[in-house]
Every structure is written in C-alpha cells, then in structure tokens.
C-alpha cells in the first residue's frame, strides 16, 4: 500500500515562499505521477498541478502560473512545491496525491497524503 | 477551464435510504471523472474512477454512472459512515476541475 508523508505545518508573512514535500513509499514502483491539491478554510478541492518523472515536465493551474513550481526527486519519491509571493488567501492545507499512473486514463488521485497547513499571516 | 457543478449542495439523508448525487461537467469529459468522500480534518478518499469503477476496498452500495457530461454517485443504502463530503473531479483537461462539493448530513 502506499503511503504519503507530508511535511509539517508551516507559517509564513506575505511575499515569501514555502515549500512543501511529500515522500512517497510501499508502492511497487517509483515511477510516482504526484499531484498537488489545496483546501481553503471551509473551502472545496483546488487542483494545483502536477509532475509525472517519467514525462519531466510538470503542468500547473495557470492562476498559479509563476509562483507555483513542482518538482520530484525519483531517487528519493520525493515530490515538492514551491510557493513564491504568498498571499493571505494561499493559507489552504496542501495535499499531496499519487495518481492511478502517468496515462491520461489514469489521472484519477488514488493515494493521498495527510495534508500540510500553510498559514500566511503579518 | 471545464466547470464542474454538482447537485445539491447538502443533501439530507437518514440511515437505510439510496441517494444520489449529480455532477454536470460544462464540455465533454468522456468518462474522466472521479468521485471522492471527505470527512472532517481528513484527506479525501477515491470511491469511484473512470465514472463507474469501483476503487478496490470501497463498499459495494457506492456506485457511479454516466458519460460525457452527466454523471452520477448513487449510494443505495446510507449507513453513518456515509455522511460526509463529496467531490467529483475530471481528469480529461487541464486543469483538472473539482465540483464544489455535497455534503451529506443525517437528517
């Protein structure tokens, strides 16, 4: 079975970065298709992006477009985001997510990690 | 962006009875939609991917319908492990929209 670890708690003033990991382990592979997802306080289910290793290249919300960047470490199955200029309405928990596999049938979120809160505040 | 809209927004329900839930996906998504449940200060959970396909583990009352742009999630007798939220979610275009969600409470 496999299991996500996320990192822990963060809190951050606006304008600076965070950035959040998630290691993944117990799969059969380490061909890891990882995606990022955010709830706001009260909110639903923000997609956020995501990298499949196997392809390289990650693909994100164009509302994040340029300060949101994915990137995984196949050696460790280990993925991260980074968040540049945070803003008050970043404050969301962050989850990370394994997918069915790196086809586009399989992009259904099959694995989920515990979440990480992130907290912008002066 | 594809819109995802479901239907209702809460729903009240009592232990024993079938209820659905409706998601209308604004373009075509072939069958590219997943289901998930959400309870309180936990990570979503898949029930159902491919619109219709029983994620393993998950209780054989939950079950999906649809294609195209009309989807269903029908569980056929709610039980109090039931009452939570859920999301639909297409994977057929970036980005990969969630409905905004239905809450099932106990009536």
């Known amino acids: 079975q496999v299991e996500l670890v996320q990192s822990g708690a963060e809190v951050k003033k606006p304008g600076s970065s965070v950035k959040v990991s998630c290691k993944a382990s117990?799969?059969?592979?380490?061909?890891?298709?990882f995606t990022w997802v955010r709830q706001a306080p009260g909110e639903g289910l923000e997609w956020v992006g995501h990298?499949?290793?196997?392809?390289?290249?990650?693909s994100h919300a164009q509302k994040f477009q340029g300060r949101v960047s994915i990137s995984a470490d196949e050696s460790t199955s280990t993925a991260y985001m980074d968040i540049s200029r945070l803003r008050f309405d970043d404050t969301a928990v962050y989850y990370c997510?394994?997918?069915?596999?790196?086809?586009?049938?399989?992009?259904?979120?099959?694995?989920w990690g515990q979440g990480t809160l992130v907290t912008v505040s002066s | 962006d594809i819109q995802m809209t479901q239907s209702p927004s809460t729903l009240s329900a009592s232990v024993g009875d079938r209820v659905t839930i409706s998601c209308r996906a604004s373009?075509?998504?072939?069958?590219?939609l997943a289901w998930y449940q959400q309870k309180p200060g936990k990570a979503p959970t898949l029930l159902i991917y491919?619109?219709?396909t029983l994620e393993s583990g998950v209780p054989s009352r939950f079950s999906g319908s649809g294609s195209g742009t009309d989807f269903t999630l029908t569980i056929s007798s709610l039980q109090p492990d039931d009452f939570a939220t859920y999301y639909c979610?297409?994977?057929?275009?970036?980005?990969?929209?969630f409905g905004q969600g239905t809450k099932l409470e106990i009536k």
């Open positions: 373009h075509s998504i072939n069958s590219w």
């Open positions: 117990g799969g059969t592979s380490n061909n890891y298709a």
């Open positions: 997510a394994i997918m069915g596999g790196v086809w586009e049938s399989q992009r259904f979120l099959q694995h």
């Open positions: 491919k619109a219709s």
């Open positions: 990298i499949i290793p196997l392809f390289g290249t990650p």
């Open positions: 979610q297409e994977y057929n275009n970036y980005p990969y929209t």
